[in-house]
């Protein structure tokens, strides 16, 4: 059996990164194969030395038991991966105010609530762009109560999307003329959104794999979860894709990453394809 060292004391064996992966895939849905070893050994052994557990039995057997979770939640922000930019997938907002939001509304009086619902939300780009879309894009965004929900599992992303600061890079697919009317430049390249922005997104800590989570969302029109149940296993994206059902409005819509399909997470969804993206929508008349 061979070994993994990434530490001057300490070593995750074999043993001891099936443990691992099997206890992060039951606590959050997120599957560790062998292929992304080095990566999660790596930050294992950051957590145990933070910690000052002596060795890796005795950091997991305190993981198990603690009973704040402070120690989990810490793993989770250090194994989730967070690789996003503003107007990333820029077809599925077409979509959105093209002709999702026009079926959504068909069913709504004037001053109704609308909801849309980005998870993960990363550092924030994704909902904040959802934003920018909407005030840009959409003539009837005057007419609803707009909310815009966005949720991550990851703490410390969840402060920086309300922190609102993004590099260069983070900014590159804006159009000038957003640029300028949303953000105000820092110093060092840096971009700070505006803070009517910030006001207009309400971020919250999610699990996606815990019900009782989700069970707080109800009565959505849309939402985004893109690039997200990559990292889940066929069961638990199951399990994730009928969580969003049932947090859906009848008649509402989910967008998924470019490379995700439905086709072997759930026969829940109608498959609708609209000229800008197909999506998939929680059929009329359905009720949970």
Known sequence: MKDTALGARLLVTDLDFQKFAEFFYRKT??????????FVDKRLVERIEASGAESFRSYF???????NGAEMQQLINIMTVNETYFFRETYQFDCLVNDMLDEVTCHKKPGARLRIWSIPSSTGEEPYSIAIY??????????????????DIDTEVLRLAERGVYSARSV??????????YFTAGSGGEWRISRDLVDAVQFSHVNLADPADTRRFRDI??????????????????????????TLSPGGFLCLGHSESMSRMSSLYTVRRFNDAMVYQKPLGVTT
């Open 172 to 181: 590159g697919q804006l159009p000038e003329a957003y640029l300028r009317k």
């Open 221 to 246: 029109d849309v939402i985004f979860c893109r690039n997200l149940l990559i990292y889940f296993d066929d069961l638990s994206r199951r399990v994730a894709a009928e969580a969003l059902f049932d």
């Open 61 to 67: 057997t305190a993981l198990r038991f603690e009973a």
């Open 29 to 38: 849905g997120i599957h560790f194969d062998e292929g992304k070893r080095y």
């Open 134 to 151: 909407l005030l840009e894009r959409w003539p009837q965004l005057d007419r609803y109560d707009v909310e815009i929900l966005s949720s």
